[in-house]
């Protein structure tokens, strides 16, 4: 594809729209880098971080189609939870509604709640703050992780962000109740009344 004049300044647009959730100093420096990019940059760039989506589409609605790549760490049925790619700090989380909705509803905050609890039982932040927001008109929450060493959002690679679910979705061991199970099985047959011959 080739951008024309005008497509490229349609995803200028929606590029810039992206960055309300940057630090400001960064934000600037993003801003100023796009603007000044011809279409035929403006494409490569496009290709390289995959963001076709830009053509139009909203990004959270691309993740929930999934035409655009995004690292799920739960769901239910009408929200799913992703790795934020630029995270403040480790765990942070997105709670991203599967409609292009207007607002929040109740669901989508039972699954931060849900998530909240999964973050602080792994990784026993300080505390989580859960912040709901909207990016490209599609409304989210974040769910962020603070252990008061947060120093700025920073770009996490693609291999952190997939160590990260792992973690995230790894079940803990049931070693106990194995071994409380196999103990149990020989009581329970000692107990069985005898058979009695006929
Ligand atoms: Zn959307």
Same mark, same amino acid.
């Given at each position: 594809m080739t951008l024309t004049e005008e497509q490229a300044k349609q995803i200028k647009e929606k590029l810039l729209e992206q960055l309300s959730n940057f630090p400001q100093d960064k934000k600037e420096q993003i801003t100023q880098q796009v603007n000044t990019m011809t279409p035929n940059q403006l494409e490569d760039f496009v290709k390289q971080n995959q963001l076709n989506h830009l053509g139009g589409q909203c990004i959270f609605c691309s993740i929930v189609s999934g035409e655009t790549? $995004?690292?799920?760490?739960?769901? +239910? *049925? +009408? +929200?799913? $939870?992703?790795? &934020?790619? +630029?995270?403040? @700090? %480790?765990?942070? /989380?997105?709670?991203?509604?599967?409609?292009? @909705? /207007?607002?929040i509803e109740s669901s989508a905050q039972e699954l931060a709640k849900e998530v909240k609890e999964k973050l602080q039982e792994k990784f026993n932040p300080n505390k989580i703050e859960l912040k709901e927001i909207k990016v490209m008109e599609h409304p989210l929450i974040e769910v962020i992780p603070i252990y008061g060493t947060e120093t700025g959002k920073k770009q996490? /690679?693609?291999?952190?962000?997939?160590? #990260?679910?792992?973690?995230? #979705? =790894? %079940?803990? &061991?049931?070693? *106990?109740? %194995? &071994?409380?199970?196999? #103990?149990?099985?020989?009581? %329970?047959?000692? =107990?069985?009344?005898?058979?009695?011959?006929?």
């Open positions: 790549q $995004a690292l799920r760490i739960a769901e +239910n *049925e +009408n +929200n799913i $939870a992703i790795l &934020e790619i +630029n995270p403040l @700090s %480790k765990g942070h /989380t997105l709670v991203v509604p599967r409609e292009h @909705s /207007t607002k996490a /690679t693609e291999e952190e962000l997939k160590m #990260l679910q792992e973690e995230i #979705l =790894k %079940k803990p &061991e049931p070693q *106990e109740e %194995k &071994e409380e199970a196999i #103990l149990e099985i020989p009581e %329970k047959l000692f =107990k069985m009344p005898p058979r009695i011959p006929r």
